[in-house]
Nanobody, 121 residues
Framework: QVQFVESGGGLVQPGGSLRLSCAAS????????MGWYRQAPGKQRELVAT???????NYVDSVKGRFTISKDIAKNTVYLQMNSLKPENTAVYYC???????????????WGQGTQVTVTS
């Protein structure tokens, strides 16, 4: 089973940027949907952004226009470029592959350790 290792998090001021990386242990070429999730303290893990095998991208409303998901098939890596960061974006960010059934997402892989993003002045 493909495993994921997230990196790129850190401490940033409001308005700053970070680029997260998700390195897969195997090929992501045939994975239909890859996604970035986040879990803020005291909250449930939520799906933030997805990219399909044919390049379609979707985002949760709160990050539209600020976050961009992308992937590099040759490197088996998925990225999340985060701009104009806000304190409410503080969370541990994870990647996974998933399916979407109706309006419900179902992550299918094992969770990595995630990468901490902290936005504070």
């Amino acid at each position: 089973q493909v495993q994921f290792v997230e990196s790129g998090g850190g401490l940033v001021q409001p308005g700053g940027s970070l680029r997260l990386s998700c390195a897969a242990s195997g090929s992501i070429f045939r994975i239909y949907i890859m996604g970035w999730y986040r879990q803020a303290p005291g909250k449930q893990r939520e799906l933030v952004a997805t990219v399909t095998s044919d390049g379609n991208k979707n985002y949760v409303d709160s990050v539209k226009g600020r976050f961009t998901i992308s992937k590099d098939i040759a490197k088996n890596t998925v990225y999340l470029q985060m701009n104009s960061l806000k304190p409410e974006n503080t969370a541990v960010y994870y990647c996974n592959w998933l399916v979407i059934i109706g309006t419900t997402d179902r992550p299918l892989g094992s969770w990595g350790q995630g990468t901490q993003v902290t936005v504070t002045s």
